[in-house]
């Protein structure tokens, strides 16, 4: 009693650290179904620590997004925390200047709108989110949003906030914050919204940061800006991160600790090392294998070409040129237009995979649009030579003159949702190009339809089914059945993978070089994601603003690239093991011209 | 590689079910619209059969009945020892008037019960002009008394027969009126959203012209027009014809909004490198995707058009009787002696009132349930 006056020993940093400051224990959330409950999460329990970064693991659909909304309590209805617990630590929060009794919260049972909850949303728990544009407001200043966020938490005067959100856009790197501040969420690009959100999250220097997929909408340079930031400003702040990804690239980059989901449950649970070097569970395994197979060229494909070579040029683009909004404009001034397409020349063998890389807006699908004139070309050539050797200039033919062209140029979509009308069953759509092309009718095209599906790997009870029965892989497997339904010589595929979870990715990617030794096809392959289009393609060609920077072998690309652009693309690519991290320089391409 | 991951979600019973069945699956989840859906049905019904619902005749004067006030339906009757049966019947009322200040009261006249029931046979009448009838669905048992639930007018017909015998005419005022604008809507819309272009820009401005002009002035104005000795036919067609001019403008929008958007989605774009015809693509991939969003539309833009019928011949310029519409009906509640008189005869609006609410309501369903894919998320 008498010593009251010495103060105690102050707890070691390190200590502290080891401390969890958010505990989830056994969190159950359910969805009321019209078949019952559904268990999105299912006793899920992990800790977070100051200062170290939790990767949430999984697939589409495993949950992992429900977990992080549940400890916020955001869940859309009727979804709703069943059980468990969320611990929220507050007095072991790495501000320090909270050394009071321990206060800890259990957040589940809180009601979702409660004043308690909203207290700890933002200024303890912030979040960001996947879609940057949907999640700031279109209709005020980035300014005005973070203004606002620091003020429902702090009471500080108009002006003090303003200069904290100036000082926030500092600190994420935004230029010229003063200017930047009065500028509204679309005068910013992708990544300047993202850092923008984070800006807002940090505004009440939250203790705990969860990222919900927060690079997974932008190009890799900028991704590799956003995690390189996050992880400057936790060691600056000291916040628990919970970050959530399907990446496994990104979580070899960033993670201390991984966990990893699948269908609601926590599968596997140990620190990054352990998971990547000795995975236990078959899933995480699995996980990992399709991800490590991506890493390196198909050696079925090295095998392939060693017996059959890549023959005659089918396909020649020469200075091929596509221009937006180039009408002109009121009284006949000239607008603002965007060269899409800037004079791209590129051959295509036969048998030969030819891969298109390039970010968001380099131009890469409005190529592939052109090559199949969904858009008319502005300039340049299209030659396409077909099976008698004829050669049609697909840029310059009447829209009457396509039919036979198409016929044998095929493509495949991107989002495997959009592409198939829900409409129809799936018998109808495989069936729709040989039944208004004349090529089969009745029961033919019923057999012909089941042998096309069966080619993809699908069951012919498909048929009867509507899209909406199937899960993104298969639909995209019934995509390429529609394509390939023709006996195409040509097929363009654009993005074909970048919907699909990476276990499905290469099975996707053996299915189209399964179909190439089957059916002879050459194809062509537009993608962001350099380790698909190394493991597919036997060439390479790099687009930048609508130009070709770089072109050649797919492996002497990607050991030794030649233009600055494509070295400074692939030293963004987060490389999918733990013990390379920080091993790269990375470098940012402005581009010159 | 392991087998694909399966979705638990999905259920077999979901796999073949077309958008229709999806549809029926969203809306029947929305309650008010199902009351909404089950009062329309009902209130086509009564139009569709409305000679066999209404008690009487409705243009049927009762001289002594002038403003009858409605009368309530007992179900039991007790005799004067005490003993009760069942025996559905109204109290019958007597007239009288004042000596000095010539005012007419209604009072209970205790001796008289009016026997009532289901299914009684009535005044002879013509179903649709054509079939022969006698039974009525609701009346008094001896056709020669007269019951009214909802009081009578001031030449003391039955206002219950008139507001059965308005159903008619109004509810199908507002389909035929729809019907005719959807056609012009699609047609031009279509047009309009699939090619764009100048056709776009011409259609537009069109509609944009059309919606600038201030509705209830052209209203009057073209039905002032009408000259005031056509039959009641051709007078019906005319106002339709001049609510439908109106109103095609909104569902041309619709329709032109979803080609727009539907123009730009990749199985269209699929549908067209498949080597579908332009008429192909539009009726087989890109109307049926339309057609849940444009019954929608319709069934928000019918209570417009009931609405609009019922101002313009509340006003006089739309159906003069001896055609019935609840407009018409309300006409005769136009005066200050009526509302303090005889309030009953108001039922009409109320009629309006339900079946607009009603249409409202499904409208609201129909557009939620319209899109099956967006709800269910996958």
Request: proline share 6%.
């Amino acid at each position: 009693m008498l010593d009251l006056a010495r103060r105690p020993a102050e707890a070691p940093p390190t200590g502290a650290a080891l401390a969890p400051v958010l505990e989830v224990k056994n969190l159950v959330t359910a969805f009321a179904t019209r078949r019952g409950p559904f268990k999105a999460v299912d006793d899920v329990s992990f800790t977070l620590a100051p200062g170290k970064t939790l990767c949430l693991v999984g697939e589409s659909g495993s949950g992992k997004s429900v977990t992080a909304r549940s400890i916020l309590q955001i869940v859309d209805p009727p979804g709703a925390i069943e059980s468990g617990s969320i611990l929220l630590h507050r007095h072991r929060t790495a501000k320090g200047d909270r050394a009071g009794p321990a206060e800890t919260v259990d957040m589940a049972a809180l009601h979702p709108r409660s004043r308690a909850i909203r207290a700890i949303r933002g200024r303890d728990i912030a979040m960001i989110f996947q879609e940057p544009m949907s999640s700031l407001s279109p209709v005020h200043t980035i300014g005005n949003q973070i203004v606002e966020a620091i003020r429902l938490h702090d009471h500080v005067g108009k002006k003090e906030a303003k200069e904290r959100a100036v000082e926030l856009l500092k600190k994420v790197e935004i230029p010229r914050p003063e200017k930047a501040i009065e500028r509204y969420p679309f005068e910013y690009s992708g990544g300047m919204r993202q850092r923008a959100m984070i800006a807002m999250a940090l505004a009440c220097t939250p203790s705990v940061l969860i990222a919900d997929e927060p690079t997974t909408a932008l190009d890799v340079t900028t991704q590799a800006e956003i995690l390189a930031l996050i992880k400057k400003l936790q060691t600056d702040v000291g916040m628990a991160v919970l970050f959530i990804t399907h990446d496994m690239g990104v979580v070899a980059e960033i993670a201390d600790e991984v966990a990893v989901m699948r269908f609601g449950k926590l599968v596997e649970h140990g620190d990054t090392l352990t998971i990547f070097e000795r995975p236990q569970h078959d899933y995480t395994k699995m996980l990992l294998g399709a991800v490590k197979a991506l890493d390196r060229p198909s050696p079925r494909r090295l095998q392939r070409r060693e017996t059959n070579p890549p023959g005659d040029p089918v396909l020649e683009v020469r200075d091929l040129r596509k221009v937006f909004g180039s009408s002109s404009g009121f009284l006949g001034r000239n607008k603002d237009y965007v060269n899409a397409v800037d004079g791209v020349s590129l051959t295509l063998r036969a048998g030969e995979n030819l891969g298109i890389v390039g970010e968001s807006g380099s131009g890469k699908s409005t190529l592939g649009r052109c090559l199949m004139r969904v858009y008319p070309a502005n300039g340049g050539e299209i030659r396409y030579i077909d099976r008698k050797g004829t050669v049609h200039d697909i840029a310059a033919l009447p829209e009457r003159g396509l039919a036979p062209v198409r016929r044998d140029l095929r493509m495949i979509f991107q989002d495997p949702f959009s592409s198939l009308n829900p409409r129809m069953t799936v018998g109808q759509i495989v069936g729709e190009p040989l039944l208004v092309n004349g090529l089969a009718q009745g029961a033919r095209l019923r057999d012909r339809v089941a042998e096309l599906l069966s080619l993809v790997g699908m069951p012919e009870s498909a048929m009867e089914r509507y899209p909406h029965a199937f899960s993104g892989g298969q639909r995209q497997r019934i995509g390429i059945a529609r394509a390939i339904a023709l006996e195409p010589k040509i097929i363009i595929a654009d993005e074909a993978t970048s919907a699909l979870d990476v276990s499905l990715r290469t099975q996707v990617l053996e299915l189209l070089l399964d179909l190439q030794e089957r059916l002879d096809l050459s194809f062509i392959f537009i993608s962001h994601d350099i380790a698909v289009i190394r493991y597919f393609c036997d060439r390479i060609a790099v687009m930048f603003r609508g130009k070709v920077v770089e072109e050649g072998a797919t492996e002497a690309v990607c050991t030794a690239p030649q233009h600055a652009y494509t070295q400074a693309l692939l030293s963004a690519v987060p490389h999918p093991d733990p013990r390379m991290r920080g091993t790269r320089i990375r470098h940012r391409y402005t581009g010159a011209g | 590689m392991t087998a694909a991951v399966l979705d638990p979600r999905a259920h077999p019973s979901a796999d073949q079910a077309s958008q229709w069945r999806l549809m029926w699956w969203a809306f029947r989840r929305h309650k008010l619209a199902m009351t909404g859906l089950v009062i329309v049905a009902l209130l086509y019904l009564v139009a569709l059969l409305a000679e066999f619902f209404a008690p009487y005749d409705p243009d049927a004067a009762v001289a002594r009945h002038v403003y009858h006030p409605p009368q309530a339906v007992h179900f039991f009757d007790t005799a004067a020892d005490g003993s009760w049966a069942f025996r559905p019947h109204v109290q019958g009322m007597r007239l009288s008037r004042d000596r000095f200040t010539l005012q007419t009261t209604y009072a209970p006249d205790p001796g008289q019960k009016i026997d009532v029931g289901f299914f009684v046979k009535g005044t002879p009448y013509k179903l649709w002009g054509v079939i022969e009838m006698e039974r009525r669905f609701f009346g008094t048992v001896d056709p020669t008394q007269r019951a009214y639930l909802i009081g009578a007018d001031r030449l003391g017909r039955d206002m219950l027969s008139r507001v059965v015998a308005g159903t008619r005419i109004s509810m199908s005022i507002g389909l035929v009126g729809v019907g005719m604008s959807l056609v012009l809507g699609i047609i031009l819309g279509g047009l309009s959203g699939y090619y764009g272009g100048w056709i776009d820009a011409t259609v537009q401005r069109i509609v944009e012209f059309k919606l600038a002009m201030p509705t209830i002035p052209i209203w009057l104005g073209l039905s002032a027009a009408l000259p005031m000795d056509w039959p009641p036919m051709a007078r019906y067609f005319a106002i339709t014809v001049i609510l439908s001019l109106i109103g095609w403008t909104e569902l041309a929008r619709v329709v032109r909004g979803r080609f727009l958007s539907l123009r730009t989605e990749d199985f269209v774009t699929a549908a067209r490198l498949d080597g579908c015809s332009e008429r192909r693509t539009i009726f087989r991939h890109m109307l049926p995707s339309m057609v849940s969003h444009i019954i929608a539309s319709v069934s928000l833009a019918i209570p417009g058009m009931i609405l609009a019928e019922t101002s313009l011949s509340f006003l006089g310029l739309g159906l003069l009787p001896p055609t019935i519409s609840w407009g018409v009906l309300l006409k005769e509640a136009q005066n200050v002696r009526s509302i303090a008189q005889a309030p009953w005869l108001f039922a009409p609006g109320a009629a309006v009132c339900l079946a607009v609410l009603a249409l409202n309501f499904l409208g609201d369903g129909l557009r939620d349930a319209s899109d099956p894919y967006a709800q269910e998320g996958r």
